[in-house]
């Protein structure tokens, strides 16, 4: 099974939380048109878009538990993307989660991304010819029962409405493919590709949605349910799908040309693999490797306080996460619907 590690974050209140939402309760965009627009603003990513429409990874990090503040803890064998990225959000929260163990619910845009990425991934792995919105349909109807099983799911509480909602933003996610591209079009040649290597002097391991060959190029595609971030926020999922393509060249041998990130149900970003743009998401790698390790040297995680503090599952256990809810409080900018708020409020 999938999931984000993001927090259920109003995109209207942090928009750089890329998959803190999924689409509304009206079906959109399952049979428009396939189409290409020019690319995206920024020139030099070479964003290509499709028409905008009314939007997971496995961690497997093992790190030493039971640390106290200032005693050294043994640093992870390797780094994924998502513990990568959650280090360099709060190294703190990292610590609670990958060092400590304290349990982190996924929430249901993050379970509602699992189930749509397990029917695609189910859906890529048959001929062509098979990949239909029927027979996506029918492998929903098969997967569900191993989603309703889950205790994350069980722990949401929903009634009939909320089950019929989570199923129906399930769907959108998943009839949302056909807005970007037709699978039955697509050269498959790999889904849920497990990937480890050494880039430079880090340990790296990742699962790879689906690995595509296109014109002749390799290409590294990277399904994604939350909205699309602004410009100026997608540095993180980019680094990701380039990581991506990093580490199936010394895993198989083959650079990958393209990156893509499929935001189901709105737009494709994708990007040619270049050398620099290799180099700058290994080096950003390499950096976060390195401070990671002289966290756990010291045994210290500092934390980052600021709005994500409000989706905090650890909140309570951070004296500075508490702190910044109470001033966030005080000056009326901490968000009613913010599950932390209880703590303060």
Known sequence: MRGGPEPDVDPAILDEIDDAALPGGERRGADIPLGVTGPDQDEDMALTVVPDTPDLEVETDEVAAGA???????????????????????????????????????????????????????????????????TAKALARECWPEMAADPEFAAL???????????????????????????????????????????????????????????????????????????????????????????????EGELPDRARLLYLGQRIIDIPVTPRRLEDAT?????????????????????????????CPFAEQCPEGRAELETRLANGNLPDHAPARVLVA
Not at 227 to 247: E, H, N, S
Not at 296 to 305: L, M, R, V, W, Y
């Open 68 to 134: 106290d503040a200032g005693v050294g803890v043994e640093p992870p064998p390797y780094l994924s993307p998502s513990s990568a990225s959650a280090f360099d959000h709060c190294p703190r929260r990292w610590k609670f989660k990958y060092v400590d163990r304290l349990p982190e619910p996924s929430g249901q845009p993050a379970l509602v991304g699992t189930f749509a990425h397990r029917v695609l991934e189910l859906l890529c792995e048959l001929p062509p010819e098979g990949r239909t919105q029927d």
């Open 283 to 311: 080096g950003a790698l390499a950096e976060t490797w390195g401070a990671v390790g002289t966290a756990c040297s010291a045994g210290e995680f500092e934390a980052k306080p600021g709005v994500l503090c409000g989706w």
């Open 157 to 251: 509480e929903l009634d009939a409405d909320g089950e019929r909602a989570f199923r129906w933003q399930g769907w959108l996610a998943i009839a949302g493919l056909w807005t970007l591209e037709d699978p039955s079009d697509v050269d498959v040649v790999a889904t849920e590709r497990k990937v480890s290597a050494d880039l430079g002097e880090v340990p790296f391991l990742g699962i790879v949605d689906r690995l595509d060959r296109r014109n002749g190029q390799l290409v590294v595609s990277d399904y994604k349910s939350g909205t699309v971030p602004r410009l100026r926020f997608r540095g993180d999922k980019i680094q990701q799908v380039l990581l991506y393509a990093a580490a199936i060249n010394e895993h």
